[in-house]
């Protein structure tokens, strides 16, 4: 599941929740998801995307699409 939004005068992008059910996990298709909202949040505008979440699976999918972590309101973040 992957619900997002863009909002235009901060050019961001706000990504929550993102998640895999748990029988379909581990096959890329979290990132494959992930990587599409961020292709069409950049395309809107977006230079900085962020996303909450705090579990070990989350900080190794974000990790690896090159978000950062950031602080506690918005604990992952990317800029273009």
């Known amino acids: ?3 997002g ?3 235009r ?3 961001t992008a706000v990504f929550e ?3 895999t059910h748990p029988n379909h996990q581990k096959r890329g298709l ?3 998801v992930m990587s599409e909202g961020l292709r069409r949040a950049h395309k809107l ?3 900085l995307a962020t996303v909450s979440s705090y579990s070990p699976a989350a900080y ?7 978000f950062k972590e950031f602080d506690l309101l918005e ?6």
């Open 17 to 19: 929740p993102v998640g």
């Open 30 to 32: 979290g990132k494959m």
């Open 1 to 3: 599941m992957l619900y």
């Open 75 to 80: 604990p992952w973040v990317k800029e273009w």
């Open 60 to 66: 190794a999918l974000y990790d690896s699409m090159g």
């Open 45 to 47: 505008g977006a230079t």
């Open 9 to 11: 005068h901060s050019r």
């Open 5 to 7: 939004l863009v909002r």
